[in-house]
């Protein structure tokens, strides 16, 4: 199997610096170090990394946008909000891994000129705050960040900064507010980031998984990342797998690994040797596929041609006795709680799916109602700030669209 971002899991104290450094830890930064920012810039565009945030921006193309303000100050900041449901595998990265993570931020910020980098952590990961600190203060005590790092001219500083729990938080903008000690709503974009991110200055902003592949990328060179994974989703991906699998759990695979060897294979099959009635392949903000649809190779364009996304990578397993307007119900009162309220067709429709599943789940509706969602869903998406709109309406659209017997079964009988 080839391991890249959970290669240390399971290895005794993988935590601490010196373990790290055992296993080849930092010599990609010092190797990074002994190259231009652009030499850096240009192997991570060869390389093909897109973002593991949900949705899938090219990384190197994104540091491109940078240069042309590197005169000024630029920050550099790692998602680490993970508030998509079914997604827990950045969790695993620096919980297990923080180093990676670390390295992977200062070959970033040398490569695009940053000199002050913020870990957003979600609030609930509070632990893992903690083990993100204690490594910051080993790396820094050995010179690998902070200043002068690994005793050349460069100085690179981070901080870890604590959520409080908003799902809006983990989009980009939001989260530059609230790093900024205001209320976690999303800009209007652009300007993007890049241009004008924290403190008004350009950033680059990127999710946990991303940024702990720059050490593999610099180390090995582009093209040991792309011949690992699939036609333009180049590397692995790490697929958190739950519901009613038999082995729920965080699985590194190549990119382009079929749907069905995850669930059957890697997952272990379905609990109780129950049939499998559904799958969401890439967090909640993905359509689900049916148990016919699961031949699918696990990339950004075999994803997109179904139909759906890879997101987040969070698979989320539903068998043959799961309901799924039970499961809309939940999924509308997740996007109705979390709307950040800012934009009327977000906030007030949201709320207005949250209600109608709700009563079609009471056998109070009628086919009108049906009707009604779908209509919400395609007004709210396209009149929104940010794409939480988007997020929240695909997943109900396709539910509905794909199972539409179950809830026409709930309103007659
Ligand atoms: C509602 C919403 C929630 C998001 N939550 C997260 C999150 O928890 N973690 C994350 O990395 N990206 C999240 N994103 C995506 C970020 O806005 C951004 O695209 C990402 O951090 C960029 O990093 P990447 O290029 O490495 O993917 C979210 C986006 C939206 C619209
Ligand atoms: S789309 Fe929703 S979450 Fe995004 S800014 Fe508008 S109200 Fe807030």
Redo the contacts with the bound molecule.
């Keep these: 199997m080839n391991e890249i971002l959970l290669k240390n899991r399971g290895v005794p104290n993988s935590q601490s610096l010196d373990v790290y450094t055992s296993r080849g830890g930092y010599t990609a930064l010092k190797k990074a170090l002994a190259l231009t920012p652009g030499d850096i810039i240009t192997l991570v565009e060869e390389s093909g990394l897109r973002?593991?945030?949900?949705?899938?921006?090219p990384?190197g193309a994104?540091w491109k946008l940078l240069t042309k303000y590197r005169v000024k100050t630029v920050y550099l900041i790692c998602?680490a909000?993970?508030?998509?449901p079914g997604t827990f595998k950045d969790r695993y990265v620096m919980e297990f891994d923080p180093h990676l993570l670390l390295e992977g931020m200062a070959i970033a910020a040398y490569a695009t000129g940053a000199h002050h980098g913020f870990i957003y952590i979600r609030g609930e990961y509070d632990w893992i705050a903690k083990i993100l600190l204690k490594a910051i203060e080993e790396a820094q005590a050995k010179g690998f960040i902070g200043s002068n790092v690994m005793g050349s001219d460069y100085s690179f500083y981070i901080d870890v900064f604590r959520g409080a729990g908003s799902?809006?938080c983990?989009?980009?903008t939001a989260l530059i507010e609230s790093l900024e000690g205001k209320a976690g709503r999303p800009r209007l974009k652009p300007p993007f980031p890049a241009a004008y991110g924290l403190y008004g200055e350009p950033t680059v902003?990127?999710?946990?998984s991303?940024l702990s592949y720059i050490p593999f990328i610099v180390e090995n060179g582009p093209e040991a990342y792309k011949s690992i994974g699939a036609r333009m989703s180049g590397g692995t991906a790490l697929f958190s797998i739950s519901g009613h699998v038999n082995k729920p759990g965080l699985y590194e695979y190549p990119m382009g690994t079929a749907l069905r060897e995850l669930i059957y294979e890697a997952a272990g099959g379905i609990r109780g040797g129950k049939n499998l009635k559904a799958v969401i392949p890439g967090g909640l903000s993905a359509p689900v596929l049916r148990s016919d649809e699961i031949d699918v190779a696990m990339d950004y364009p075999s994803l997109n041609a179904a139909g759906t996304m890879l997101g987040?990578g969070g698979i989320i397993v539903l068998d043959e006795d799961t309901s799924i307007p039970m499961i809309t119900r939940k999924t509308a009162r997740f996007f109705a709680h979390e709307s950040c309220g800012q934009c009327t067709p977000c906030r007030e429709g949201t709320n207005m799916i949250r209600h109608l599943t709700d009563r079609i789940i009471a056998g109070e509706g009628s086919a009108q109602t049906i009707e009604q969602i779908l209509r919400l869903c395609r007004y709210i998406r396209g009149s929104t700030i940010?794409?939480?709109g988007i997020?929240a309406t695909l997943p109900v659209e396709a539910l509905i669209k794909k199972f539409r017997n179950e809830f026409e079964a709930l309103l007659r009988d």
């Design positions: 973002g593991r945030g949900g949705a899938g921006f990384a994104k998602n909000d993970e508030g998509e799902y809006v983990g989009e980009e902003i990127h999710n946990v991303t987040s940010c794409a939480f997020a």
